[in-house]
């Protein structure tokens, strides 16, 4: 049970949300699937139709690794809120924040590419579900700490449940009570920003029409890689793996010591080029990207896709997981 009671002059870091390495891991994916995206999208903006296979591999490995980190550090988040502190939290909500951009730019560049599987295409809209749920529970949570006034406070946020706003020791980090009203405006835009994103990026990912489609891709990496500047900018000014100020006292400085665990974050960005090498060798065959008109009949690789139903819908298909391809609930 969490320790509502008296708030401890300082609390023990923890390098397994907020450790150097984890922070850096988010970060350089981000920067590096981001900068992916952007080449690929002014590339078709200015007319080349040569595919880049490696390039689209490369992207997709790291925004599926981004995104299910993002799920991961996210879903330990929640099943520690009886003992992390709001600082912990927040720096989670960030990384969650960092994760959908990146999952939106890869989304806005490889579109064709997600399209021409169904089944692939409903996992990702799964795990953009999964994701979005999980971001809007802490946001939530930070709002009920700026409301509570304990944001900067050395209590578990497990207590933005209880009446601890009164207690004198709530706001043993300093600052829980500055710039309240600007902390709760921000959270709640962030909230309503992300669902709003969610369901723009749901009608991009189904919808077939070609209406302003560049415009809609330059756009929306614009918009995602000033999400992901924000978020990057908060981490590194509030983190102490960074050598920063943060809000709270800890007891040591573990969350900026590398260990194991934290080169083993870091070395993670490495796998993808595995798979990038594989190709160059000719181990592995990748599709090239596919224009919207008739991608559902394409063939992968040489194989039959699995829409090929002449009653295919032209907009939002049924998902795999129950119904067929010509009606949502009947097989």
Known sequence: MANCTDAPAAVASDAGVAGIGVLLSFIVTAVVAIGLSATLIFQEARGHSKPSVLRRKLLNAYSDQQILTGIGIQSVGLAKIDSMVPYHFFLIWMLSLLSMAVHNATLLALVHDFRRDWVLRWLRQFLMFVNLALSCVYGVFILEAVTHKINDSTFPIACVWQ????????NSGGGGGVNVSLSFVGTIVVIAGNVIVFALATWYLHSRSQRFYKTIQIAGLVLMT????????RVSLLADAFASEPPITLRDNG??????????????????????????????????PVADAGDDKQRLLGDSELQSNPKVRASFQPNPFFGSQANLFKK
């Open 255 to 288: 969350e900026e010591q590398w260990s194991f665990g934290q080169l083993l974050s870091v070395g993670m960005l490495l796998l993808p080029l595995v798979s990038v090498i594989e190709i160059l060798r000719g181990e592995i065959r990748c599709a090239p």
């Open 163 to 170: 009446d601890v706003g009164d207690n004198p020791s709530a």
């Open 226 to 233: 000033a999400i992901a500047i924000g978020a990057i900018v």
